[in-house]
Structure formats: structure tokens, C-alpha cells
């Protein structure tokens, strides 16, 4: 079964900084685009970034930008989200998620369109 498996969440203060590794079990990811999203305690699951299969293009949520930037590895098959200049609102579950081929680039802040969801990682942000 294919697993995407998160790393790198943990306490952090305001201001502060972490980065967000996501690491799928089999090869063939590399091929799809990839997302992060993330859940906080009574809140829908919201979408965060995404990037296109070879990287080349990413998108981000606006309360996001300027401030957290996705990237991968293909020789690695890795997907980072680097994080900075945390804010407490940035508190949450993170996801990392495997955009479904079948939908287009339109659907990449949609969680429909993606069929491999990671276990999730907690980030908390202290005030």
C-alpha cells in the first residue's frame, strides 16, 4: 500500500521557522503534483501549496504567501514546505497529498483532487 509519510512538525514560537518534509513510498509520485493542506482543531481542511510534477510551477494560499514555500527533490522523492515567519494562526494538522492525474492544474487547492493523503504532522505555534 502507498504511504506518504510527513515529517518536521513540532513547537515553535512566533517569528519562528520549520520545515515540512513529505516522503511518498514509491517512486512513482514523482510523476504526480504534489500539496500540502492543513486542518486546525474545529476548521475544514484547507489547502496550503502545491506544486506541479516537475516543480516548475507552484501555487499558494494567500495566507500563505510570501511567508512558506514548497519545493521537492525528485532524485529524493521528497516534497518540503519551508515555513517562516510563523504565526499562532498557522497552527494546525499538516497534510501532505498526491494530486490525482485525472483532474487539471485548475483543482490544485481542492481536497477531491487528490487520492493519497499523508497521516499528518502537527505544527503549534506559540503566541
Not at 90 to 115: E, F, I, K, L, M
Amino acid at each position: 500500500q502507498v504511504q506518504l509519510v510527513e515529517s518536521g512538525g513540532g513547537l515553535v514560537q512566533a517569528g519562528g521557522s520549520l520545515r515540512l518534509s513529505c516522503a511518498p513510498s514509491a517512486r512513482t509520485f514523482s510523476v504526480r503534483a504534489m500539496g500540502w493542506f492543513r486542518q486546525a482543531p474545529g476548521k475544514e481542511r484547507e489547502f496550503v501549496a502545491a506544486i506541479s510534477s516537475s516543480g516548475g510551477n507552484t501555487n499558494y494560499a494567500d495566507s500563505v504567501k510570501g511567508r512558506f514555500t514548497i519545493s521537492r527533490d525528485n532524485a529524493k522523492n521528497t516534497v518540503y514546505l519551508q515555513m517562516n515567519s510563523l504565526k499562532p494562526e498557522d497552527t494546525a494538522v499538516y497534510y501532505c497529498a498526491a494530486h490525482d492525474p485525472r483532474y487539471g492544474v485548475s483543482t490544485y487547492y481542492r481536497t477531491y483532487a487528490y487520492n493519497y493523503w499523508g497521516q499528518g504532522t502537527q505544527v503549534t505555534v506559540s503566541s
